[in-house]
């Protein structure tokens, strides 16, 4: 029964946020986009876009982001995986031995993760992770429900089951299996990272953000493989965003030399976030998702050393989706400065927009390029603002 119970959670989900006959943004590696109702890769790698015009083929390389469908997180449980995946559907299996763990997932059906790689597993009631931290000398914990709040309770994961985990308690005679309806969340000590960054980042329509490799489109959507082998099949519905990492730079992947943050009467109301908007969901504007960015608040003022081997920015900037629930109507001044000069500028950013579209825009290395968001007219409520797939794109080859 608990089995059904999870499959019939999945399967509740399924639907949310389900767009027909999407429709996806290409961006380019020279700084342009195309409109594309589908992509299918080619024999020789490179990707044929179908256009209002007829089929364009880009080359291996070619592309460095696809926007697809907006993001509507899931009512589900989510595992956050060493390195930054995330991945949500309800735990329904693992190993005797306790090394595997499997997730039925609305978008990429059943997955099996090593437990290596998980850094937490919790509820759909869990919004982020960061807020559960593993008391000092503790390596694995689980947060179980309490009268008020929750009871963080150390010990040791044996096993993964569509029963839920189970744990032994420091101290206990031996361990237990814990519903999923028993505790909040499961945390695991990060191991040291290891290997190479992900060179491609996906994301889906529920919210999973998953670093991938030997990526295929087809006429019907995306195949991959996860880290450790895992295979996966995304239909085109469900395709929110892919981020290829190679020769051009996410600005959100540098370390800020300058961060200057302030709100309205001075506090700082939310901090900048790396991939995700300023609340800590995913990036969505304008009706598209974006895999990168930076999601920040008014006022905020990023400053960033141009790395070598770039000469050209470009980016997108407009206020996130979930403003639209707020029932404001925020406004906010986006600049963008190369070398302290202003080369970008709106000054009547606001709610409901499609965001605006800079660049490509030139840079020099070891000078300044500035991302600033100010007040509008009001307030700053609501001044949720999204610099969506910021990137520093490579020199041109000479032929």
Request: aromatic fraction near 6%.
């Amino acid at each position: 029964m608990r089995r059904l119970l999870g499959a019939a959670a999945v399967a509740a989900v399924a639907g949310v946020g389900l767009a027909q006959a999407p429709s996806f943004e290409v961006l380019l590696a020279e700084g342009s986009t195309v409109v594309a109702t589908a992509l299918r890769g080619a024999a020789n790698g490179a990707l044929v876009l179908e256009t209002a015009t007829g089929p364009r083929t880009v080359p291996t390389g070619g592309v460095l982001a696809v926007f697809g469908v907006p993001t509507v997180l899931a009512p589900l449980p989510v595992a956050w995986l060493q390195g930054g995946d995330v991945l949500h559907g309800a735990l329904c299996g693992g190993d005797a031995g306790g090394n595997r763990f499997e997730l039925q997932s609305p978008v990429v059906g059943r997955v099996a993760l090593d437990v290596d790689r998980l850094a937490t597993f919790a509820q759909a009631s869990v919004a982020t992770p960061r807020f559960l931290r593993l008391p000092e000398g503790v390596e694995e914990a689980l947060f179980v429900k309490a009268a008020v709040g929750h009871d963080i309770v150390a010990g040791t994961v044996h096993q993964f089951g569509d029963a839920g985990v189970r744990f032994q308690p420091d101290g206990a005679a031996a361990p237990r299996w814990y519903r999923p309806d028993e505790f909040v969340a499961l945390r695991l000590q990060p191991a040291p990272a290891t290997g190479a960054p992900a060179a491609v980042w996906l994301t889906t329509r529920l919210g999973d953000r998953l670093a991938v490799s030997g990526l295929k489109f087809t006429a019907n959507g995306a195949s991959a493989a996860l880290a450790g082998d895992a295979a996966v099949v995304v239909a085109a519905a469900d395709l929110a965003s892919v981020s290829f990492v190679g020769g051009a730079i996410p600005v959100g992947d540098l370390t800020p030399a300058k961060v200057e943050e302030s709100g309205f009467d001075g506090e700082v109301v939310h901090p900048f976030q790396v991939d995700s908007n300023a609340l800590g969901g995913p990036l969505v504007s304008g009706g598209r998702s974006y895999g990168k960015g930076l999601g920040v608040h008014s006022k905020s003022r990023l400053v960033f050393t141009v790395p070598p081997g770039v000469d050209r920015f470009w980016t997108r900037v407009g206020f996130d989706d979930s403003v639209q629930a707020l029932r404001l109507q925020p406004k906010a001044v986006v600049r963008v400065l190369v070398d302290g000069k202003v080369v970008f500028e709106a000054s009547d950013l606001a709610v409901g927009q499609p965001p605006r579209t800079v660049g490509p825009l030139p840079v020099l290395a070891g000078g300044t390029l500035q991302l600033e968001v100010d007040h509008g007219a009001g307030r700053d409520l609501g001044d949720r603002v999204d610099w969506l797939s910021p990137v520093l794109l490579p020199v041109a080859k000479k032929p």
